[in-house]
């Protein structure tokens, strides 16, 4: 594996008390800055309603959605549906516009790039997506959320005021590893460098550093744009972009966990819970709707020290802290679960019930040969550790989290000066619903795009699915019902699109988008260090074919009732009946509410085959032989 590479070349170079990176140029601004504090921001409001701001962006975009629903509503084939006058209607009262939310998952390589496929089977920009009519659901989304994998995505499109797909694809240069770019064994590896210089840079200014600024300053230099691997891009800064002011793209949230110090732990290292409190951070706001703290402080100010919700000195309010590869980083921090699956030999750190500890035997009849089943090896872990240690007097405990300052210091007792922050699939819910199901944000659909590799062989059951589903009852949160793991593999759910709570006006519909083999086999290993164009291009179409359904071979009617989907709810407030076209879909498409008790044969281990055209992943393999990384100079 490359990586590790990385630990025996280049941080033994790094560690090295040689002055040969001398002539270095540190592209500068990593650090967080201080400056007088503004008067007039709220440092920490309640989470009873959105943000004014929040608010009144969404009413913004509401116009631009209506436009971009005719479209995308007009193209579809239906019957005794008058979209003119539904468009014309919902204008004239924007509390109809649908609020559609777009969640990608959490899943390392696989979740980002098949969910970078997935926004482009729904831009209408992408002609085949023009043609099956599924184009233009992406330019009708409200919100979008990521985590983990999927948070790559969010925060790239977002920062870039979202170019296309291939676009965005040609910006990430998969096939250069984000980790290492070794040129020779015995050179200082310049990229190396620049990033531990930058860390140390933040680390000076007197701002707690960790892996996750080790994490985000290696994903940046494929998925923030900007000189110095991204290195003065924010995430508040979404707010100013032109593309945001004007309503063109959807709004961004990715979600993290806080690490609970009461939690259980393994070799000292705690694991978070289910009850562990979500972090949600958008341009605006950072913060949380249920959980142990509540409330949301400015995103822009994150790193100034509050106390009792103000800052403690007017003159040292901090700007930067908030650079958009951190707030990426922070959201797929897994370190600590990294680490505790190599410790423990894959028994612990296994995320939302994830079974990572896979056995080996009969790798190539399934897919397995393509997976790693652990993230990092100890070697790297230990190595970063090493320069940590080294560089900043850190022990490998206190850099598997990233140290946040707590905006509730000081609110009714709250005496820690730190939060912990990792991954967001740590709490239980690897898909980013938490979010985008606040009643306060009004959801009518929710697609949950799902890649979260929770089954064996790196598919889905729904596992995570439902975990969201008794997550929402627990806080009182409407959410359709899901069903059983049993009765989501039985009935396909994770190879079809499937809809649940159609007939509920009190929920929101959840169309749930699971990664299937389609036209390729996707489920290759949760950490990449890189992928051949080849193999992006076919990752890239089974997404487009999970969405369009082979292309309209395998259902020619899904766009049809995506659409139903779309307007649902807002027909509902409307007072219009479904159509008969419509009624017909949600028969077809969503979940009729009884669970099924028995797994059917076959289905343990979950094992899907390709279909388009039906394939084995043997004979698949023997033509798809994609193995090592290439080793680009940097
Ligand atoms: C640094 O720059 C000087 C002068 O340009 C050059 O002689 C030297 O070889 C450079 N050192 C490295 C390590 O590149
Ligand atoms: C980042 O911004 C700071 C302050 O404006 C500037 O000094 C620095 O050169 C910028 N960094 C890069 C890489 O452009
Ligand atoms: C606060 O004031 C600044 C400077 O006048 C202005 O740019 C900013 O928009 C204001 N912020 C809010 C939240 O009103
Ligand atoms: C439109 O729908 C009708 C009735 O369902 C069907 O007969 C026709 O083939 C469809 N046309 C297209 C272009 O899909
Ligand atoms: C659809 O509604 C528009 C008004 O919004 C109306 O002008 C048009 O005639 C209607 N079309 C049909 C087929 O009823
Ligand atoms: C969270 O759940 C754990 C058990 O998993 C329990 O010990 C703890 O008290 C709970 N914390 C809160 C804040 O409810
Ligand atoms: C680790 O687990 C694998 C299979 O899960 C097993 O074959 C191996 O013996 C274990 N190694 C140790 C050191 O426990
Ligand atoms: C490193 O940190 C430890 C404990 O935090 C402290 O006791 C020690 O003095 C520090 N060492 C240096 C060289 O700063
Ligand atoms: C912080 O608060 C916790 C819980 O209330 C308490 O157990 C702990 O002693 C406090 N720590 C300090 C340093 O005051
Ligand atoms: C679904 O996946 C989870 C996570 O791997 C596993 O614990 C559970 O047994 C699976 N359920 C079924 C029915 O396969
Ligand atoms: C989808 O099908 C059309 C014909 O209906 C074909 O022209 C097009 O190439 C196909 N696109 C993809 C991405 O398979
Ligand atoms: C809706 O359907 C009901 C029952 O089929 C019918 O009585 C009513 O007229 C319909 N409403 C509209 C607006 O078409």
Wanted: proline share 7%.
């Amino acid at each position: 594996m490359i990586f590790s590479a990385l630990t025996t070349l280049s941080l033994a170079a790094l560690l090295a008390p040689s002055s040969a990176q001398s002539n270095l140029t540190v592209p500068s601004g990593y650090a967080p800055t201080y400056s007088a504090c503004p008067t007039n921001v709220t440092w920490l409001r309640g989470a009873q309603n959105l943000s004014d701001a929040e608010h009144a962006w969404v009413q913004g975009r509401k116009v631009v959605v209506a436009d971009a629903l005719g479209s995308f509503l007009g193209a579809l084939n239906w019957t005794g549906f008058n979209v003119t006058e539904y468009v014309r209607l919902i204008k004239g009262d924007l509390d109809n516009v649908p609020v559609v939310s777009l969640a990608l998952s959490g899943g390392g390589d696989v979740a980002a790039f098949t969910g970078i496929g997935i926004v482009q089977a729904f831009d209408s920009r992408y002609p085949p997506a023009l043609s099956q009519r599924t184009g233009g659901l992406l330019q009708s989304l409200t919100y979008f959320a990521g985590l983990s994998g999927g948070s790559w995505p969010v925060v790239s499109y977002s920062v870039s005021s979202f170019p296309t797909s291939s676009a965005l694809i040609t910006a990430w240069d998969p096939e250069i590893d984000p980790y290492y770019r070794g040129d020779n064994a015995s050179a200082i590896n310049d990229y190396e460098e620049v990033i531990f210089e930058q860390i140390g840079e933040k680390a000076e200014a007197g701002f707690p550093v960790s892996l996750a600024d080790y994490l985000g300053r290696a994903l940046s230099s494929e998925t923030i744009p900007g000189p110095g691997y991204g290195v003065n891009v924010t995430w508040s800064g979404v707010a100013s972009l032109p593309a945001f002011k004007n309503f063109s793209i959807p709004f961004p949230i990715v979600e993290n966990v806080v690490v609970d110090p009461n939690s259980p732990s393994y070799a000292g290292v705690l694991i978070p819970q289910a009850n562990s409190t979500i972090i949600e951070a958008t341009p605006f706001e950072w913060g949380a709707w249920q959980g142990d703290r509540i409330g949301f402080t400015p995103t822009k100010y994150l790193g100034t020290i509050l106390a009792g919700g103000s800052p403690v000195n007017t003159s040292t309010c901090v700007t930067g802290f908030d650079n958009a590869g951190f707030i990426l980083a922070s959201a797929s921090n897994a370190w600590n679960l990294w680490y505790l699956n190599d410790i423990s030999n894959g028994t612990e750190g296994n995320f939302a019930k994830r079974s990572l500890s896979i056995s080996s035997d009969k790798a190539e009849e399934h897919a397995l040969s393509k997976r790693a089943s652990f993230a990092f090896p100890i070697s790297t872990i230990e190595g970063l550790a090493g320069v940590f240690n080294q560089s900043f007097n850190l022990t490998l405990g206190e850099i598997l989290t990233a140290p946040y300052f707590n905006p509730w210091l000081g609110v009714g007792g709250d005496n820690a000066t730190f939060l912990q922050l990792v991954d967001g699939s740590e709490a239980g819910q690897t898909i980013p619903l938490a979010g985008i199901m606040q009643p306060a944000r009004k959801p009518d659909l929710i697609i949950a795009y799902d890649a979260s590799q929770e089954t064996a062989y790196g598919w889905q059951n729904g596992t995570n699915l439902i975990d969201s589903y008794t997550w929402a009852v627990q806080h009182g949160i409407p959410f359709p019902k899901i069903p059983t793991a049993v009765t989501i593999l039985n009935r396909n759910y994770s190879t079809r699109p499937t809809f649940f709570g159609c007939a509920h006006k009190d929920v929101p519909v959840v169309l749930y988008l699971s990664n299937a083999p389609y036209s390729t086999y996707t489920n290759f290993s949760f950490i990449e260090d890189a992928l051949p164009p080849q193999q992006v291009q076919e990752v890239l179409l089974n997404s487009f074919n999970i969405v369009s359904q082979g292309n309209g071979t395998l259902n020619s009617d899904f766009p049809e009732c995506l659409g139903c989907a779309v307007i649902q709810r807002s027909i509902e407030r409307l007072g219009w009946n479904t159509t008969a076209q419509c009624q017909a879909c949600f028969s077809k498409y969503c979940w009729d509410e009884v669970d099924d008790t028995k797994l059917n044969p076959g289905l343990n281990p979950f094992n899907p085959e390709m279909s388009l055209p039906p394939t084995t992943f043997a004979v698949w393999n023997q033509t798809h032989n994609y193995t090592s990384p290439k080793l680009l100079p940097s």
